[in-house]
């Protein structure tokens, strides 16, 4: 990929599921005071979205971390405080948090934009939750996998089922089921799950 906005290679980044080798070169300032711009509007907005008991625990986790007291934290703190508010990051997150904040010239991260960080954070492992959730609704017996005809017949009837083409439908239940066992395991929905 060459020339794309810092936002899109990063969700790439993040997408990517092996190591990805970047060559990376400054841009045109006036897309980064955009994209700072975009930024901060975008940490705002995350921060809106946690109740205030909740943006009361995290400032003063966040203080604590904040030995000078100006209102910023470095990297590796962060990594820091994520754990002590129960978060463990994945290495891919711990990657994509620094590139991001060390390609926008930042050495220390400021609470609104750790708020934003914790928004993206949370997000996913709520998705991982509801994934996790979604599977033990088939498998019932606590199996570790559910059958893939039960999958099959599950997405025969649910809404919007009418659009989805033969051919689609075989790529799906290929997806779940890569080794042909006619078993889905949980590996297996999240493959489909990332790909649709």
Not at 9 to 19: G, P, V
Not at 46 to 69: I, P, W
Not at 98 to 123: C, H, P, W, Y
């Amino acid at each position: 990929m060459s020339n794309v906005r810092l936002r899109f290679a990063f969700d790439r980044i993040k997408a990517a599921d092996r190591r990805v080798r970047l060559h990376i070169r400054k841009a045109d300032h006036t897309e980064d005071d955009h994209s700072e711009a975009a930024r901060k509007r975008s940490a705002w907005r995350a921060v809106k979205s946690f109740s205030t008991e909740q943006l009361q625990e995290y400032k003063m986790a966040f203080s604590v971390y904040d030995r000078t007291g100006h209102g910023k934290i470095s990297l590796r703190r962060v990594m820091e405080l994520f754990r002590s508010l129960g978060h463990n990051l994945t290495s891919t997150d711990r990657d994509v948090i620094t590139t991001e904040f060390r390609l926008a010239g930042d050495n220390k991260i400021s609470f609104v934009d750790f708020v934003q960080i914790l928004t993206k954070v949370t997000a996913s492992h709520q998705s991982d939750s509801d994934l996790m959730n979604a599977f033990e609704v088939f498998d019932r017996e606590e199996k570790g996998f559910f059958r893939l005809h039960e999958l099959e017949d599950a997405l025969n009837i649910m809404p919007g089922a009418d659009d989805i083409t033969e051919y689609e439908l075989a790529d799906i239940l290929r997806l779940a089921d890569p080794d042909g066992d006619r078993h889905v395991n949980f590996e297996g929905l999240c493959e489909v799950n990332e790909d649709i």
